[in-house]
């Protein structure tokens, strides 16, 4: 991902496709991106009624800089090949695909997209909740430096990791952070976008302001979200805070100054500063400028 490309994606509200309540306040959110969910959401009596409002739904969509996209069912499923060619004729901004397990469930998605003729503007996006797609993590994120396959961001999903491998799911997440750490690890291999999993209590904002400070401490770039309420403190979280936008003005402001011209090491403040740390600087100021903050 450059700057050129670059979009916020703090806060990436999930909504089922069957709620028409929740679906009419789309335009009304501040989230970064939503989620139109044919999978976990929607009940497995109720999955063709909600494939089926697809269509209606990106047509109303709103005008506003919230990227949409839709999460089928997977495709070993006996609904995903029928979602994935109602979602690619939505023409979203995305696709998530459950249960990725390796590079293959990738390159076999986007191969249905482009015989389908879907535009190269429908990025694929892949939940991670198997034990499998992590034993096959490098190789799944090497397919984003490849244009070609789509892929463009890694969806943690922490319950279903949890419930796989029988990990103890704690306040602190102890037991599901090298797994967390491995996945941000993977994503920036791959140039992709990573999102750390859902904070099931959407009425305990304190446990979710924490889990959000601590998956963009770790490199996060948002958080997976399923209540409105949980939007506010997710873009906090992974907005640069005042003090990381001053530290990065001063680092700029440093290197524009004659005497620092053609240095690669100044001193700063008491410590030692280098060109990456303003090229650093740079992207931050240049990504708060894109969010407003």
Known sequence: MTLDTYRPRRSVLYIPAANDKALAKIASLACDAVIIDLEDGVLAADKATAREKLAGIFTA??????EMLVRV?????????DDLLA????????????KVDKPR???????LLDDNFAPDSVKLWAMIETPKALLNIGAIAELGRDPASRLACFVAGTNDLAKATGALVTPDRRYLMPWLMQ??????????DVI?????DF????????????????????????????IEPANRAFSPSPEALARARAIRDAFAQRENAGKGVIALDGRMVERLHLA??????AKAAIIGA
């Open 183 to 192: 996945l941000v690890l993977a994503a920036r291999a791959g140039g992709l």
């Open 280 to 285: 650093e600087a740079e992207k931050l100021l």
């Open 87 to 98: 979602a690619a004729k939505a023409e979203p901004d995305g696709i998530l695909l459950p």
């Open 73 to 81: 069912n997977a495709l070993s499923t006996e609904w995903g090949a």
């Open 105 to 111: 469930d990738i390159l076999e998605a986007g191969d």
């Open 203 to 230: 009425r305990d904002l304190e446990t979710l302001a924490r889990e959000c400070a601590e998956a963009a401490a770790m490199g996060f770039d948002g958080k997976s979200v399923i209540h409105p309420a949980q």
């Open 61 to 66: 969509r709103p005008e506003r800089r919230c």
């Open 196 to 200: 750390d999993g859902v904070a099931n």
